[in-house]
């Protein structure tokens, strides 16, 4: 539990993307004990299209689940064995997952944390990385999963061996994804091509969001690595 870690109701500009994207007032990130919150934003497709009938966070002192309203009620009724009153962790997160999978059996999972970084924090890398220009033909595919910038690191015969590339979630708010091809991990790619991601966002005057599995060890080094910092836990499921 990051009970002792969360930082909800601390960062202002990234206190104020997630009561957006929760759809909650500001005033709730610090309001105890555990909120289900019904959203008409999560029946409609969201960033890339996606659709995101739940989402959540932990907070200091409970934490927020925004559901679409028609599960509304199944969703307080997966949830109520646990204390309401306290924060939520990983446990009583993971009791989402079954709930989505039968709502949606193709559903994305994940139960993990959400990290940010500023300029105070950062703490940069070098490496050979490339901004990829959106004319690329190397990168015709991962521009059109993404609307924003790629960066990456070249492998074999010009082959893109990582990559990290931006989803503009909100105007001031930029989150990473990042991939090392199987045959190119354990050389520090990874964290390079984040490196880099993350120094444009910050040169753009964003704030850079991170978030991992909480199995996914490699990449919670990757971001910590860099000067992230905890922010939440986290469930979501999207499809």
């Keep these: ?23 909650c ?17 999560r029946a409609a497709p ?19 689940i925004s559901v679409a309203p028609t599960i509304l009620e199944k969703v307080r009724r997966e949830l109520a064995p646990i204390d309401w009153t306290r924060p939520v962790g990983a446990s ?8 989505a999978r039968r709502l ?27 901004h990829l220009q959106r004319d ?7 521009y059109s999963r993404f609307d924003g910038d790629i960066f990456v690191v070249r492998g074999a015969r010009n082959r893109i061996a990582s990559w990290a590339a931006l989803k503009l979630k909100s105007d001031d ?10 045959p190119y991990r354990g050389h520090g790619y990874a964290k390079q091509v984040v490196s880099a991601a993350t120094g444009f966002i910050l040169q753009q005057g964003r704030m850079a969001l991170y978030v991992h599995d909480r199995t996914n060890l490699a990449s919670s080094k990757v971001c910590r690595g ?10 979501f499921c999207e499809y």
């Design 1 to 23: 539990m990051l009970d002792l870690y969360c930082r909800v109701g601390q960062v202002d500009r990234i206190d104020r993307f997630h009561a957006w994207d929760l759809d």
């Design 25 to 41: 007032e500001p005033e709730l990130l610090t309001t105890p004990g555990v909120h289900v919150v019904p959203s008409p934003r």
């Design 46 to 64: 969201g960033w890339a299209g996606y659709n995101v009938p739940i989402t959540s966070i932990s907070t200091q002192t409970g934490g927020i």
């Design 92 to 99: 009583e997160l993971e009791r989402l997952r079954p709930l």
């Design 104 to 130: 949606v059996p193709y559903s994305f999972c994940l139960n993990g944390h959400v990290l940010f970084c500023d300029q105070e924090h950062f703490r940069p890398v070098p490496g050979n990385v490339e």
């Design 136 to 142: 690329d033909p190397t990168g015709r595919e991962l």
């Design 173 to 182: 708010v930029w989150e990473i994804a990042v991939v090392t091809e199987a």
């Design 226 to 235: 860099l000067g992230y910092i905890e922010y939440a836990e986290q469930f």
